[in-house]
């Protein structure tokens, strides 16, 4: 079992920057994979960032180039930097750990708001 707990969110302006936090429960040398992903009302869930335990990265279309996904091992966590933050990116934003022991199994976090407002 792995418990992911995320931190950062909040409200911030169009065009401005925020980060994010993961904690997870054990280290995250056990974890593949592990990912951000975001749900705003009336929408389907959508892949913001992932990483893989050997630091290779992917983002989404609506974020590339803006964002910057991490994994610090040391510390359990896993980090998502925004820039040039857009009201669409307004969403409950989603930690997943993807751990692999004969077969795979996912883990979400509770979620954080992000609010993109003026």
């Known amino acids: 079992q792995v418990q992911l707990v995320e931190s950062g969110g909040g409200l911030v302006q169009p065009g401005g920057s925020l980060g994010l936090s993961c904690t997870a429960s054990?280290?995250?040398?056990?974890?593949?994979?592990m990912g951000w992903y975001r749900q705003a009302p009336g929408k389907q869930r959508e892949l913001v960032a992932t990483?893989?335990?050997?630091?290779?990265?992917n983002y989404g279309d609506s974020v590339k180039g803006r964002s910057t996904i991490s994994r610090e091992r040391a510390q359990n966590t896993m980090y998502l930097q925004m820039n040039s933050l857009k009201p669409d990116d307004t969403a409950v934003y989603l930690c997943?750990?993807?751990?692999?022991?004969?077969?795979?199994?996912?883990?979400w976090g509770q979620g954080t708001q992000v609010t993109v407002s003026s």
């Open positions: 997943n750990g993807r751990t692999f022991d004969g077969s795979w199994r996912d883990y």
């Open positions: 990483i893989t335990i050997d630091g290779r990265a």
């Open positions: 054990k280290s995250i040398g056990s974890i593949y994979i």
